[in-house]
């Protein structure tokens, strides 16, 4: 009798990519709470949001800032052009090495934010630090999520194409409802967020919320796996 047992492979071990992606989403939520909240309304992981932002501000129209939504805007392409770069050189190893690479860098960019925001609050210099460095963050994270292509969790910042597949994917739409439940989870995850992070923002300002999203994206990189 043959006492061969199957091994798992080093990759697969540890948490399901599906469920990091949804605590990826809500982190989402706690960094545009804190963006729009307590830097100038202004998105930085939202960039669908912060295009009209930008429109918005150069309109005219008070309580917006063109230079913080170009700021975000700018930053958040310098990262996903770094993300990009590093999925083409690291992509193509072990699935889990590399997403628990980019929730690393990620981690330490929130934390730095964190120590900024606890060190200096309230100044021009923070805010401006806070946007480039958060959207510098989201902008990895994204190019990031993209390319490991889980389905319908695509991206963990916006919610439209999800929206729209949620309704239109239902029964009610004439579908089958396939993958409703994560559809409607990533919803959930992004208002859980934005719903947390403006309490902290609110009653215990900016440091504490950017402190949580770097803990929450170390232990993710500690433990996240390559599986979906």
């Known amino acids: 009798m043959s006492t061969d047992t199957p091994v798992e492979e080093p990759g697969t071990r540890g948490l399901r990519l599906v469920p990091a992606l949804l605590v990826m989403t809500v982190i989402s939520g706690i960094v545009d709470a804190v963006s729009y909240l307590g830097l100038g309304h202004v998105f930085t992981a939202n960039m669908t949001g912060n295009v009209v932002v930008l429109g918005f501000a150069a309109a005219g129209a008070p309580g917006f800032s063109t230079s913080h939504a170009v700021v975000s805007l700018g930053s958040f392409l310098v990262g996903a052009v770094a993300g990009g770069r590093a999925g083409r050189r690291y992509g193509g190893g072990s699935r889990r090495a590399w997403a628990r690479l980019a929730l690393a860098v990620e981690a ?104 949580l999203t770097a803990v929450a994206t170390a232990v993710l990189g500690v433990v996240a796996s390559g599986r979906e």
């Open 108 to 211: 330490v960019l929130l934390g730095a934010s964190a120590a900024v925001a606890f060190i200096a609050p309230g100044t021009t210099t923070t805010r401006y630090t806070l946007i480039a460095v958060t959207a510098f963050a989201m902008g990895v994270r994204n190019a990031t999520v993209r390319k490991l292509a889980v389905p319908d969790l695509t991206t963990t910042t916006v919610l439209t194409s999800t929206l729209t597949g949620l309704a239109s994917d239902s029964r009610l739409g004439g579908g089958t409802g396939r993958r409703s439940r994560r559809r409607a989870a990533s919803a959930i995850s992004l208002l859980a967020g934005a719903v947390l992070g403006g309490w902290l923002v609110i009653h215990h300002g900016l440091g504490w919320p950017l402190l």
